[in-house]
């Protein structure tokens, strides 16, 4: 069976600072990845996706970037964070559906 | 632009008592979907309906994707069934469109 981790599960930074998230899924080779943001009481929103090693397509500029450095991997990140940053990071992974990690909790402030 | 509009924002039932929610999109889709969000946030896949009628337990989704509308009817409703419940399509460039959900709250 497949599963799909995230870390941390929650921060709490300062404004300026640097991030990096994390997404890894077992069970599956070349899975399609995503990473979504909900701001509180926001809607859901696609940020990135990738098929591949390597490859990583932008959906939504928000100053966060994404690289995927594994097959089984995905990372989120930014040099600085903004306020608007704050939210709830979710990661996925898609056959027919999609299948989300269990989220990380940011905080900026 | 909300690509995903879904009705109602807000429902309050009694326990046993059905739900009917709805959602439309603004675009093409072949691929609708229903997710569950916990309180805690994590998303729970429901249903898979990319058209016709899909059922699963207590759950059934109607979706006529010519009229670009999908429906999810939660019958005899508990308790355990409260949170929000969001309806999601796929766009042609990979993308995950979702609505605002529907809040959920089911009382004793």
């Known amino acids: 069976a497949q599963t799909i981790h995230q870390w941390p599960v929650a921060e709490i930074k300062a404004v300026g600072s640097p991030l990096s998230l994390g997404c890894t899924i077992k069970?599956?080779?070349?899975?399609?990845l995503y990473w979504y943001w909900q701001a509180t009481g926001g809607t859901l929103q696609q940020l990135f996706y990738s098929i591949t090693v390597g490859q990583v397509e932008s959906v939504v500029q928000l100053n966060l970037s994404a690289s995927r450095p594994k097959d089984d991997q995905f990372i989120l990140s930014t040099e600085k964070l903004l306020l608007s940053h704050s939210g709830f990071y979710l990661c996925a992974w898609r056959e027919d559906t999609q299948y989300f990690g269990p989220g990380t909790r940011l905080l900026v402030l | 632009e909300q690509q995903v509009q879904q009705s109602p924002a807000s429902l309050v039932l009694q326990e046993a008592e059905n739900a009917e929610l709805q959602c439309s999109f603004s675009i093409f889709t072949n691929q609708v979907q229903w997710f569950y969000q916990r309180p805690g946030g994590r998303l729970v896949s429901l249903l898979y309906n990319p058209s016709g009628t899909k059922q699963s337990g207590r759950l059934t989704s109607t979706t006529v994707i010519k009229e670009r509308r999908s429906s999810l009817h939660i019958s005899s409703s508990q308790i355990t069934d409260s949170g929000t419940y969001l309806c999601?399509?796929?766009?042609?460039?990979?993308?995950?469109?979702f609505g605002s959900g529907t809040k959920l709250t089911v009382e004793p």
């Open positions: 999601a399509m796929l766009s042609n460039y990979n993308v995950l469109y």
């Open positions: 069970g599956k080779s070349s899975p399609n």
